[in-house]
């Protein structure tokens, strides 16, 4: 059984090609987060960040506008399916809204991974992307 699916929403004072190409570039992910990330960015391409916690697979790209990935991380139970991230950009007034549309985690992991993109990602991002 899955749990239910979150959306968070964050603007950042940068263009959707800056947001998008460091997201999908190992570089560019690792500077934004502060830990290694292994990213390759075509559609069919794995990724890992975190030292190996989270990996996946981009599934789909229209850049720069959407990321789909399939998305896991070392705490999903032996044979969970991936869940599902969707990452889009929309051009508002000073930046970019990033909208994070998160689904298909395993029971019980949803609060986790929620407070995680906030903590991990999207605070670090507002420092990043101010600069």
Known sequence: MTAKEFT???TLPANAEEIFDAWLSSEGHASITGSAAQVNESV???FSAWDGYIWGT???MARPRRILQAWRTSEFPEGA???MVEITF???KGGT???LRHWKMPEGQEESYKQGWEDFYFKPMREYFKK
């Open 8 to 10: 968070l929403t964050i």
């Open 44 to 46: 069919g391409g794995k």
């Open 58 to 60: 981009t599934l789909e």
């Open 81 to 83: 399916p991936d869940s």
């Open 90 to 92: 929309e051009k508002v």
């Open 97 to 99: 809204k990033l909208s």
